[in-house]
């Protein structure tokens, strides 16, 4: 059974920096791809960025493109996820979450493990 465990959430101002990472309890050497989800009060989850297992394919979602950066580092078994020039629009609780499928999904319903997630509210 796979676990994710989000930190790094937070208060922060707008235009300011966080970075969220996501620590994964599986130990075994399997090809996870990773993702950030996030659902802002009364939305629905949306894909914000993803990466393949070897890291070097990434995905962003429109809204992130230019602002974030998804990264892993697989030795650590940690995902992570840079914020820059967050926006009070950015207020959500973001979700990590891992698939088995070969490249990197942007359906939520295409990733079977899931952190609790981990709240960041930005100010303006």
């Known amino acids: 059974q796979v676990q994710l465990v989000e930190s790094g959430g937070g208060l922060v101002q707008a235009g300011g920096s966080l970075t969220l990472s996501c620590a994964l309890s599986?130990?075994?050497?399997?090809?996870?791809?990773l993702a950030w989800f996030r659902q802002a009060p009364g939305k629905a989850r949306e894909f914000v960025a993803g990466v393949s297992w070897s890291g070097i394919n990434t995905w962003y979602a429109d809204s992130a493109e230019g602002r974030f950066t998804i990264s892993r580092d697989n030795a650590k078994n940690t995902a992570y996820l840079q914020m820059n020039d967050l926006k009070p629009e950015d207020t959500a609780v973001f979700y990590c979450a891992a698939s088995t499928e070969p490249l990197v999904p942007q359906d939520s319903e295409d990733y079977a493990y899931w952190g609790r997630g981990t709240q960041v509210t930005v100010s303006s």
């Open positions: 599986e130990r075994t050497y399997r090809n996870y791809a």
